[in-house]
């Protein structure tokens, strides 16, 4: 049985930074494609970004490109979310999922919330 | 951009009864199309991949067609716990794309 855990959400003024973590119970993460959806309150399922098993293959939304970045630490089992430059509209519940390609399994999500 | 639509909003069902829920995409997605149901304060949960293979757990009542541009989800007879929202979701291309939700409600 694959468990997600996110940490890592809060509050967050626009502009700052934050970096959210996925850790993963599953024995060989190494094998495992990941990514990172949102929603925002209220509203729909947002994918965020994607990272191939060993971490060569990358993608970003456009609604991110150039100020989150994406990575993963295959010996802690851990997917990671930096996010810079943040705004108002990238408030939402973050969710890192396991993915082949389809979202198969999923965290339980942590807020984040951009406001001054 | 793969625009993913769904039809309808809100689909009032009674109990027992049949529901059958629509996704449209903007252009084929051949059978890479997956949904996922969603309950308030939780995170989504795969229910089908491949247009139409059931994922882990999920109840035969729960049924899937279609390819290319169409798709349909069925849950043949409602039991209370099937009220929710449902998602589709193509990953034929990036970015990876989902619909905006069928909010699937007690009649």
């Not at chain 2, 049949?18 to 995409?25: G, P």
Request: proline fraction near 4%; aromatic fraction near 12%.
């Amino acid at each position: 049985q694959v468990q997600l855990v996110v940490s890592g959400g809060g509050l967050v003024k626009p502009g700052g930074s934050l970096r959210l973590s996925c850790a993963a119970s599953v024995f060989t993460f190494t094998n495992y494609h990941m990514s990172w959806i949102r929603q925002a309150p209220g509203k729909g399922l947002e994918w965020v970004s994607y990272i191939s098993s060993g971490g060569t293959f990358i993608y970003y939304a456009e609604s991110v490109k150039g100020r989150f970045t994406i990575s993963r630490d295959n010996a802690k089992n851990s997917m990671y979310l930096q996010m810079n430059s943040l705004r108002a509209e990238d408030t939402a519940v973050y969710y890192c999922a396991l993915t082949l390609p389809y979202f198969d399994s999923w965290g339980q999500g942590t807020l984040v919330t951009v406001s001054s | 951009e793969i625009v993913m639509t769904q039809s309808p909003d809100t689909l009032s069902v009674s109990p027992g009864e049949r529901a059958t829920l629509s996704c449209r995409a903007s252009q084929s997605v051949s059978s890479n199309l997956a949904w996922y149901q969603q309950k308030p304060g939780q995170a989504p949960r795969l229910l089908m991949y491949g247009a139409s293979t059931r994922a882990t757990d999920i109840p035969a009542r729960f049924s899937g067609s279609g390819s290319g541009t169409e798709f349909t989800l069925t849950v043949s007879s409602l039991q209370s716990e099937d009220f929710a929202v449902y998602f589709c979701q193509q990953y034929n291309n990036w970015p990876r794309t989902f619909g905006q939700g069928t909010r699937l409600e007690i009649k």
